[in-house]
């Protein structure tokens, strides 16, 4: 036999330590906490990938051309946005113009009923010096009235025929 410095000996051991070891299992199942840090510390050093979305590694190619589209999406939506906008705005636009020319037309026509109706009391008037007045008003806005007219309507005849009349009576 040969002692070593720990006291143990290098003998052959009996057939009963044999029966003893051969009756120890030849696996032991780890513990679920040792499983756990074992892949903790594999994924600290980057030799284990988590599970599931996490472990999806894209190409960057991939993550540009999906990068691309979603600003491509963006600008057509903002694009579309404003040609709707600007159609709406048109109308709208469209909407007050005719509106403002009705209202221009109706506010003609009352300006005009009202010249109408002054000119009618013009012509009960007694005092002459006040009538004369009058008078020398009204045909004034005739003449700016036919100006305006003419102004409008090129082509018209009776504006122009009013302004020829006026051209003449100088």
Same mark, same amino acid.
């Given at each position: 036999?040969?002692?070593? =410095?720990?006291? @143990?000996?290098?003998?052959? *051991?009996? *057939? #009963?330590?044999?029966?003893? !070891?051969?009756? +120890?299992? %030849?696996?032991? %199942?780890?513990?679920? +906490?040792?499983?756990?840090?074992? $892949?903790?510390? !594999?994924?600290?050093?980057? +030799?284990?990938?988590?599970?599931?979305?996490?472990? $999806?590694?894209?190409?960057?190619?991939?993550? @540009?051309?999906?990068?691309?589209?979603?600003?491509?999406?963006? =600008?057509?939506?903002?694009?579309?946005?404003?040609?709707?906008?600007?159609?709406?705005?048109?109308?709208?636009?469209? @909407?007050?113009?005719?509106?403002? &020319?009705?209202? =221009?037309?109706? !506010?003609?026509?009352?300006?005009?009923?009202?010249? $109408? &109706? @002054?000119? &009618?009391? +013009?012509?009960?008037?007694?005092?002459? =010096?006040?009538? #004369?007045?009058?008078?020398? $008003?009204?045909?004034?806005?005739? %003449?700016?009235?036919?100006?305006? !007219?003419?102004?409008?309507?090129?082509?018209?005849?009776?504006? &122009?025929?009013?302004?020829?009349?006026?051209?003449?009576? %100088?």
């Amino acid at each position: 036999m040969n002692p070593h =410095a720990d006291g @143990a000996d290098d003998a052959e *051991p009996t *057939p #009963a330590e044999h029966a003893a !070891l051969a009756a +120890l299992p %030849r696996e032991a %199942r780890p513990g679920r +906490l040792l499983e756990e840090r074992t $892949v903790h510390a !594999l994924r600290e050093r980057g +030799l284990v990938r988590p599970a599931g979305w996490a472990a $999806v590694r894209l190409p960057r190619v991939v993550w @540009a051309a999906g990068a691309a589209a979603a600003v491509a999406l963006f =600008a057509v939506g903002v694009g579309v946005g404003q040609w709707l906008g600007a159609r709406g705005t048109a109308r709208v636009v469209a @909407a007050v113009q005719a509106e403002n &020319s009705r209202q =221009a037309a109706l !506010l003609v026509q009352e300006t005009g009923s009202a010249y $109408v &109706s @002054a000119l &009618s009391q +013009l012509a009960q008037v007694r005092d002459t =010096a006040q009538a #004369a007045q009058g008078r020398e $008003v009204a045909v004034q806005l005739l %003449r700016a009235a036919a100006g305006e !007219l003419v102004r409008i309507a090129p082509d018209d005849p009776v504006a &122009s025929g009013i302004l020829a009349g006026f051209d003449r009576a %100088r």
